[in-house]
């Protein structure tokens, strides 16, 4: 079965930092691009960070520049964002999605083959 399994969501006090996880399975993903996603309550979800495949293209909204970073382990076949200085406006469920053309059209989500079921994060005092 090919799925994407995020993890490490969770609450967090404002200038906090998470990890957040992605599992694949079923498949390799080393050929794949990858992503972060976010949809926070009463809005559209929104591209966070991708990569493309070849790992020449990286992009990050500029609501989180300097603050996450996405990165990844293809020997465990996982990816992550890492999420520092949060700040409410960072409280979403977060998605991770992966695709062959992932990044190459910008942070929406075209080109993603493969979404997880989200992971909710709540950035709050």
């Known amino acids: 079965q090919l799925q994407l399994v995020e993890s490490g969501g969770g609450l967090v006090q404002p200038g906090g930092s998470l990890r957040l996880s992605c599992l694949a399975s079923?498949?390799?993903?080393?050929?794949?691009?990858i992503g972060w996603f976010r949809q926070a309550p009463g809005k559209e979800r929104e591209g966070v960070s991708c990569v493309s495949s070849t790992g020449d293209i990286t992009k990050y909204a500029d609501s989180v520049k300097g603050r996450f970073t996405i990165s990844r382990n293809n020997a465990q076949n996982t990816f992550y964002l890492q999420m520092n200085s949060l700040n409410s406006e960072d409280t979403a469920v977060y998605y991770c999605?992966?695709?062959?053309?992932?990044?190459?059209?910008?942070?929406?989500?075209?080109?993603?083959?493969?979404w997880g079921k989200g992971t909710p994060v709540t950035v709050s005092s």
């Open positions: 999605a992966a695709g062959l053309l992932s990044c190459l059209t910008g942070l929406g989500p075209s080109g993603m083959d493969f």
């Open positions: 079923g498949f390799s993903l080393e050929y794949y691009g």
